[in-house]
């Protein structure tokens, strides 16, 4: 479980350090920091899964990341970080000191350590510009015989279950975070579409496969729990999955008072976003981490208890983070025992509501 993550220099985040619960809301007002939260802990589990930090680019490249009253004591820099019981990791980006792409990031150093906190005992990979060096068998340092490319993580070369079984379980732990961000329920998206009757154990972060993840739950999950959540939210209702003899899967749901069930593509935009976070929180696959960023999308006010109470179902088998500015969504979430972090802006940066210099989590970036 991931106990704190940490950022430096990025959009609105000067300095935040955040400890994280089992369940976490991210709540403030619009322009607080929430999206740049999200954001930074994407891109950090983007990094940490496919070792790239090519979707700086998307986001404008570097210099657009980069925090915009960044201080001039300190290097020009984005660090982005994440501390678990058993392995931790931090990236520092900087500009390119040479080469012809001056917007692209270059990694400057990366450290994965064992535990919590950073001492120079327990740094397992060490990577200083091209440098490598990693723990042998006996504690000792092994310099990699192999140079890194600047724009390029170590957890794209070098994650290795039996030479750096760190990099490898860091790599692999990232990859079972799932990002639900603004799912679409418009008249052409997929999720109103027949799927294929497939194995599908985690629904994709698009929701593309809404009718065939259902289908999964029903056959392979817990089916109880995904009506009575159904039932929580639309007194009466029910969940129809059906599939025909050429593996077409379809959607349905049975309402009070309606003669027949009424299609994924009949449903309202508010109803098939419950769906789809229906599917996310029920995956028959567990995810270790699940973030959803700003659920309520498309949702009224009265839907709400049952979104916490199904985030806090979803509590019980992976870590959730939901990020929402959504009053009675946080109040929900609240009553179900969540850690809540209220941003707020000042000056330029964000900050945590009523937080002291010394109340955030224990953390120190590693040196360049």
Known sequence: MIRTLAVEGYRSLRSLTLGLGNLTVVTGANGSGKTSVYRALRLLAEVARDGAVSSLAREGGMRSAMHAGRRSDGPLAVRLG?????????IDLGLPQLGPFKLDPEIKSEVVWAGPVLRPSTVLTERTGSRVRTRDDAGGWTTVPLTVNAHESVMALLADPAATPDLFALREQARRWRFYDHLRTDADSPARRPGVATFTPVLSATGDD??????????????DALQASVDVAFPGSRLVVTEDDDGV?????TQPGL?????????SDGTLTFLLLVAAAHATRPSDLLVLNEPESSLH????????ALVASAAERSQV????????????????????IELTKGAGATTVEGAGVLDGPAWTWPKR
């Open 82 to 90: 994440v501390a678990t019981e058993d392995l931790s990791y931090a």
């Open 210 to 223: 809404l009718a065939a993840a259902l289908l999964t739950i029903e056959r392979t999950g817990d089916t």
């Open 249 to 253: 899967c379809r959607v349905a749901m």
């Open 259 to 267: 003669r027949r069930p009424l299609s994924a593509a009949e449903l």
């Open 301 to 308: 006010p009265s839907l709400m208890p049952a979104v916490g």
């Open 321 to 340: 983070l939901v990020v929402t500015h959504a009053g009675d969504l946080v109040r929900a979430l609240r009553s179900a025992d969540a850690t809540t």
